[in-house]
């Protein structure tokens, strides 16, 4: 999935959408909005991000994984969900504003 971040937030948030479908989305989703108090520095932000995907998701933070973007505010996960269908239901509750 795709997610946008927005560093350096008054508090750590996930969900609502970022863009258009196909516009920023991976696979023509639109991406999921991230926001975190860490901001852009070291790395902090994304780390907090994949902890407060996993959350979101209810998975353990080694269950999310980084593909692309490091250093970019779009960033490409994978979440290793043991329900794909739950999964794919969870993601489309968070992009619901």
Known sequence: MTV???P???????GGSYG???EHGYAGEPALVVAVTERA???AATAAVLRA???AFGVRPRQVTLLSGATSRT????VAVVDETAGRERL???LTP
């Open 4 to 6: 946008r971040v927005k």
């Open 8 to 14: 350096g937030a008054s508090r750590t948030a996930v």
């Open 20 to 22: 258009p479908a196909g």
């Open 41 to 43: 520095v070291d790395g």
């Open 53 to 55: 995907v996993a959350t």
């Open 75 to 78: 960033k490409v996960l994978e």
């Open 92 to 94: 489309a509750a968070l």
